[in-house]
T-cell receptor, first 109, second 114 residues
Framework: GQNIDQPTEMTATEGAIVQINCTYQ??????LFWYQQHAGEAPTFLSY????GLEEKGRFSSFLSRSKGYSYLLLKELQMKDSASYLC??????????FGPGTRLSVLP | DTAVSQTPKYLVTQMGNDKSIKCEQN?????MYWYKQDSKKFLKIMFS???????INETVPNRFSPKSPDKAHLNLHINSLELGDSAVYFC?????????????FGPGTRLTVT
């Protein structure tokens, strides 16, 4: 079966650091993506991992451990505009993208 | 310039009707997708086309029929609409079917079936 798990909601303070976790069990693994989705808008690409380790992109970093079926998205220097849902998605052997349920992040002043 | 566009943005219709949603991308991408996002915000792939050929057809009722007249367009036709079809439908495109390709999403079409 295919299962991707993320926390439903998280809250953090402006300027802080937050880590959003994603665990997955899918039929094969060909890469993991993180997307950001503001309320009422389309998802937009944040990061991509296919090998173990950390990928850094400005204030956003994403980590992958394939042996553990685990990834996290790290957001630094949080800003109010970072309040959004964060979706973890796995690309599996069937050339299929499977999305997690998303984590709704609220950034408080 | 809009990269991936969808029309209409909102669609309210009654059960049993037939409706279409249109999608166009001007990115020159080879692959296009349709996703359904339900009220719980789960984003689920429905179809994927590569160079006008169907490559993914998830477990979707056959009332849903995608059509790709050319590489830049992927339309979704829905017959005999049901209450459970109410959702936001997103079209997306990517340069290819490889795993390293990010997807670019359209703004979504909010379908409400009454």
């Amino acid at each position: 079966g295919q299962n991707i798990d993320q926390p439903t909601e998280m809250t953090a303070t402006e300027g802080a650091i937050v880590q959003i976790n994603c665990t997955y069990q899918t039929s094969g693994f060909n890469g993991l993506f993180w997307y950001q989705q503001h309320a009422g808008e389309a998802p937009t690409f944040l990061s991509y991992n296919v090998l173990d380790g950390l990928e850094e992109k400005g204030r956003f970093s994403s980590f992958l451990s394939r042996s553990k079926g685990y990834s996290y998205l790290l957001l630094k220097e949080l800003q109010m505009k970072d309040s959004a849902s964060y979706l973890c998605a796995v690309y599996n052997y069937g050339q299929n993208f499977v999305f997690g349920p998303g984590t709704r992040l609220s950034v408080l002043p | 310039d809009t990269a991936v566009s969808q029309t209409p943005k909102y669609l309210v219709t009654q059960m049993g009707n037939d409706k279409s949603i249109k999608c166009e991308q001007n990115l020159g991408h080879d692959t296009m997708y349709w996703y359904k996002q339900d009220s719980k915000k789960f984003l689920k792939i429905m179809f994927s086309y590569n160079n006008k050929e169907l490559i993914i057809n998830e477990t979707v009722p056959n009332r849903f029929s995608p059509k790709s007249p050319d590489k830049a367009h992927l339309n979704l036709h829905i017959n005999s609409l049901e209450l459970g079809d109410s959702a936001v439908y997103f079209c997306a495109s990517s340069p290819g079917t490889g795993s390293s390709y990010e997807q670019y999403f359209g703004p979504g079409t909010r379908l409400t079936v009454t």
